[in-house]
Each structure stands twice: as C-alpha cells, then as structure tokens.
C-alpha cells in the first residue's frame, strides 16, 4: 500500500500536520509513521551552495587572478551539523511504498527553496508531488491546505526566482567581497590598526549600509536655520487661544524677501518691528474674518504586514526587527495568528467569507472580547469584502497577519513582549470592521489692522475605529493622543472651550491679550530606527527620482519580508553599523563608513536603493513568469564580471585616505 510523506520545515511544525490528519502515528527517528502516512522534516536548511574551493582547490587562496569566479554549473552540499537528519529526509523522499511527496515548507520563496535543495540533493525521480500552500497553522487551515494542494511543478518559477536569488548573494558575495578585501582590505587594516580586515559586501546590505551613512552625513552637513514667527494671543468669552500671523496676499510682507516660508521670519528684528507695529495705539480689536467647520473622516489603517509590524513594535516596544520577526513566528507555530513573512496589507476574498470565526475567536481574549462581541453583533464583517481591506490583486504569497481566533490558551506561555505584540496585532485586525473617527476641523482667519492671523482647531467628534486602538499597555497619556487639537496653545478637551469655539462667527470682535515672538529652527533629518529601516526598505521606490522606474519596482523593495531583519542584524553584528538597544536608533561605525567610501569608489550601484529594488523586482517577474531564469542570469553574470575586473584595474588607494580622514574626524574619542 502506498504511503503519503508530508514534509515540513521544522519540527514544530510537522507536529501540527500529524495533529491535524488524526492518524494513529508513532514517533520515529527523525520522523513520525502511520499506516497511511509519514510525516517529516527539515530543520530549516539541510543542503546549501559550496564554497568556491569546492569546484577547485586553487580558490581557497584569495586571489584577483582566479576573479571573477562564476561557475558554469553550480554545486550544493549537505549542511555538515544536519547530515544525519537529511540523510532521514532522502531516505523517506526516495522510500518505494511513499507514492505523494505532500511540500509543507513555509509557504514562501524560502521554504520553497529549502524543499527543493533536499529534492536535488536527494535525487527523487518518479514521485508525485503536492504543494501545500496555508496561512496560518490551524487544523481547518492545515486541511485545507492539504485537500487543496497543486502539484509542485505550479510553482517551478516562484522555484527558479529561489534558486536565482541565492545564486546572486553568492555570485555578489564572494566576488565583490573577495576582490575588494584584496583590493583595499589592507588600506583599512593599517588604518583601524587591526589584525585583518575583510571586506562583507551583499546585494542587500551594501545598500542598507548606503542609506544610512548616507543620511548620517546628511546630518552632519545640515545647518540649521532661525526662523521667528509672530504671535498673538486672543479672548473671546473668558476664553483664550493663540493665532499666527502669516503673509497672505494684500499685506505688507506678502512676497518678501525677509520671510521664512510665509509664516515667519529670518530675523528677529523683522519680527519684533511687526510685533510692535501690530500694538501701536490705537490697536484695534482683533476680527474674525472667515471661519470654516468642516467634517473630517480617518479610516481604519491597512492591517499589518511584518514591515508595518516591525517599525510598530520598534516604536511601542523599542524591540528590534528580528526580535518581531522571531515573536510573530512564535505566535504564528502556536495557531494564534497568520503566516508573518507577508508583505500583503490586506485579506483575500476567500477569507473574508470566513472572517467571523476570526471575530468570534477573540471573545475569548479578554482585552478584545468587547469589541468581539460589538463586532458580531452589528454584522460589521458582512460587507467587507467590498471595501479596502479585500483585495485579491494585491496578494502575492499571502495575505495579512491577522489573528486566527484560536490558540488563545497559550497566551498564559507567552512572555509580557510577546502578549503585547499579539494584543497589537488583535486591535489592528477588529479596528477595520469599525467606521471612522469623525472629527470637525474648525479654520479660523482673524484681521489685526492690516495683518492676518491663524488658527486651527481638531475636536474629535466620532471615536469610531479609535475606540478598538486603545491598547491596554499604552500610559494614560498615550491613550489621550488621538489627534483632536491642532493648536498646542488652546484646551480642545475643555468643552466649555469647544462650545466657545463653535460659535464664533464672521465678525466676531476678540479682545487682543498680547504679542508674543515665537523662535524656531529647522530640523535634520532624523536618524534611522531600526523600525523606519525596515519600512525604508520596503518602499525602497521613494529614492528613485526616475517616475517609470519608481512605478516598476512599485512592491519590490530591498530585501524581502522574510529577510530584512537578518540583514540589519548582520549589519550589526560585522559592526558596519551600531543599533542602540534603548532607542533601536542606528547609526554607522567608522569602519562602516570606511566600507561605503570603498564602495562609493568601486562599485558604486551597489549602495542604490534603484539597483537594488531592480534585482529584486527582477526575482518577482521570474516567480511571475515574466522573464526567464536564463534571461535573468545573463543580467547577473555580466554585471558581476564587467564589475570585478574595473575593480581589478582601479588604483584610487591614496584618495580613499583622505576619505578614511574626513570619516574619522566624527569618530575621534
């Protein structure tokens, strides 16, 4: 009798399958068997890409002359530390009585490939084979994923965008890191005054480093500019605001070359003449001359992708991207919320259908189980499929991380980060199935002689969505910070102020308190977080200046979700960059700067956010079916070769220390 072998990408996981068939298995070395089926795994990667030495002794000496190396067929090995485990995984894979090979790897670029290595390594011939393809680990999900599966040659591209993928990192890592290390990697060495210096250059990280010493330099270079604004501040019914003057057409200053943009000035003195003229008797009452209410609607946000969720957790929690990475996989193996690799932002038709047990799932999640229950019963997730939140054509592997509605009973194993970042993603997830917040924005134009004055007002008046934000982790005074006042000077919570406020009308004489000078300045860029980063990744087409090329890397960042994290942590951990655990702020070290000074003078494309998201948009019409594998390794071998050998022939050494100097002049303790 035939047999079905379902693999896995971990332990864990194949666990949850075993569990889902109901079969009556026992538990194997390596694996676990039934009289209907086996189920087995991997342990993350069992087979990876050989090191150049490999194909031939003579590349185990760093040298230019064996530069550029690109082989002609590429070869694999079995991970040494997981030997025995694949050599369990082969045996099954290629067991007469295992008639369909049923692929449970994470359903993503990754898992297919880590699945497809062992394929290869293992040599099956003549086997049938299944994908399962599933967004969350549940039991239904797991089932479905099973009675649904496509046979595996359905995703022969999203395979061949895999193998390109790792074929470039290695192609880009050994040359460009090889022939720079030997190029320059001395120069560095004698100036860091350190034993070795070997030069890490990747497709991905090069271009992360770029960004930020890059903006680090930016920072540096900025000056900063005064700037002086005129204020004044005025009473109507035992009531007092501010407004702030600005320069409209008809007044004095209009079109001057004395302003700062066109509420303020470049000097003080400007600012303090108007200041005075404004009260010079006889001053006249200050006059409402137009007032505008109108109403203004906020939508739910877009759900969590893990970009959106990695630059949320790093802003509430100061965690890191990995440190999400690794809480949402978490919560993901113990069946409480969807896949986490995803850059979707929105659900699929199909689950919207099906989205009420989600819902009704979280009544038993005291923090949300209200909102669960107010969801439910007013049949807001009726019609949702009709709205931004569904959308099938914006899906590529998965949609959303929403939570399943199951599991909740491991809440009590989770640590209090993990609980938090669950209870964040709970309240994003119930916030779409709530109308808008509604606030009246009231614009006030007030006349002092000649002059116009300003103010605006924000009062919520419809909590809507708002009401499903309010995290239970949040201090008091964060949960208060919902956007209703815009005029820092004035009470929008004092209701007697509000009332006030919405009666004023044209012609309303203010009584004049006072003048006041208000000083500013303009601000640099802000530094990266670690969340910004990974959100600066993804939206990678914000660099690019050229419009047709920033609409057709639209969706391919730099990196992929799966992957961001790990690279910013390499960045780290090589000490390219520094990452202030407190803050998640990132900032380059001097031997980072060094490294982009190398690049910025040999290989300069690779710190280019467009090069980059080009590549990776080139991966995405590979696993599309747009171009070919064979088109997309032209493109990679020529640009490798071309590249390595105008390194070979560079002679910029000297100049580079003048760059190391300038560097060093911020590092100098």
């Given at each position: ?49 050989s ?25 694999y ?8 485990q ?52 549940t039991?239904?999900?797991i089932?479905?994923?099973i009675?649904?599966a ?86 109507s ?47 006249p ?5 137009a ?13 969590y992708?893990?970009a959106?969720?990695q ?15 690794r ?79 199951q ?11 993990a ?51 309010v995290f ?29 406020v ?10 004049l ?84 000074d ?55 050494q ?14 100098k303790?």
């Open positions: 009798m035939e047999k079905n072998l379902y693999i896995a990408e971990k332990p864990s996981v194949a666990r949850e399958f075993a569990k889902a068939l109901k079969l009556n298995m026992s538990n194997k070395d390596g694996y676990m068997e039934s009289e209907e089926a086996v189920v087995t795994w991997c342990v993350g990667h069992l087979v990876t890409m090191y150049p030495e490999v194909y031939d002794e003579k590349y185990k000496r760093w040298s230019l002359s064996t530069l550029p190396f690109i082989p002609d067929e590429f070869k090995e079995v991970i040494e530390n997981v030997r025995k694949f050599g369990i995984v082969s045996g099954l894979l290629n067991r007469p009585d295992i008639g369909t090979i049923y692929v449970c790897t994470d359903s993503g670029r990754e898992g297919e490939y880590i699945y497809r290595l062992v394929e290869r390594q293992a040599g099956v011939k003549g086997k049938k084979r299944k994908r399962v393809w599933i967004d969350s680990q039991e239904e999900e089932l479905r994923g009675r649904e496509k046979d595996l040659s359905e995703y022969d591209n999203l395979g061949a965008a895999a193998y390109l993928r790792a074929k470039e990192d290695y192609l880009m890592g050994i040359n460009f890191s090889r022939v720079l290390t030997l190029k320059y990697g001395n120069s560095i060495k004698s100036y860091l005054k350190t034993d070795r210096a070997v030069i890490s250059v990747g497709r991905v990280m090069t271009c992360v480093l770029g960004m930020v010493v890059n903006r680090e330099r930016e920072i540096r270079e900025f000056v900063k500019t005064p700037f002086y604004k005129v204020s004044a501040r005025v009473e019914e035992e009531k007092e605001f501010d407004c702030e003057w600005k320069a409209v057409e008809g007044t004095k200053y209009y079109g001057s070359p004395l302003l700062y943009k066109e509420n303020g000035f470049k000097e003080r003195k400007t600012a303090e003449e108007l200041g005075a003229w404004l009260e010079q008797e006889p001053v009452a200050p006059v409402l001359e007032v505008e209410k109108k109403k203004e609607t906020k939508n739910p946000p877009l759900l992708n893990l959106e969720l630059n949320d957790c790093s802003k509430y929690f100061k965690i890191s991207p990995d440190e999400t990475l809480i949402v996989q978490e919560l993901y193996e113990k069946k409480m919320t969807t896949y986490p690799r995803t850059d979707a932002r929105v659900l699929s038709s199909a689950v919207a259908k099906e989205i009420y047990k989600n819902i009704n799932g979280l009544k038993n999640y005291p923090q949300t189980a209200a909102l669960a229950e107010e969801v439910l019963q007013s049949q807001a997730y009726k019609n949702i499929a009709k709205t931004r939140y569904v959308n099938d054509k914006q899906i590529t592997d998965h949609y959303a991380i929403i939570p399943t509605g599991g909740i009973g491991s809440l009590n194993g989770l640590n209090e980060t609980a938090k970042v669950y209870e964040t993603i709970a309240r994003r997830f119930l916030s779409i199935f709530y109308p808008a917040a509604v606030y009246r924005k009231i614009s006030l134009r007030i006349g002092i002689k000649e002059e116009k004055f300003f103010a605006n007002f924000k009062v919520l008046e419809e909590e809507g969505y708002l009401k499903a934000a239970s982790f949040l201090k008091k005074k964060e949960e208060k910070e919902k956007e209703d006042g815009e005029n820092g000077a004035a009470d929008t919570k004092d209701p007697g102020f509000i009332a006030m919405q009666r004023l009308k044209k012609g309303t004489v203010f009584h308190k006072g003048m006041e000078i208000k000083e500013g300045e303009t601000s640099p860029p802000k530094r990266y977080n670690s969340g910004t980063m990974i959100l600066t990744m993804e939206n990678a087409g914000q660099f690019i200046e050229d419009e047709e090329l920033r609409a057709q890397i639209k969706g391919s960042g730099i990196g992929t979700s799966a992957t961001r994290a790990e690279i910013l942590k390499k960045l780290v951990h090589i000490k390219y960059l520094d990452l202030n655990k407190k803050t998640q702020i990132i900032t380059p070290t001097l031997m980072g700067e060094m490294i982009y190398v690049v910025a003078g040999s290989i300069r494309p690779l710190l280019d956010p467009a090069l980059t998201a080009s590549w990776e948009k080139g991966l995405t019409l590979v696993a599309e079916g747009n171009i070919t594998e064979k088109e997309y390794m032209a493109k990679l071998d020529d640009f490798v070769s071309r590249r390595t050998n105008m390194v070979k022939q560079m002679g910029n000297g100049f580079l220390f003048r760059q190391f100097d300038h560097a060093a002049q911020n590092y303790k």
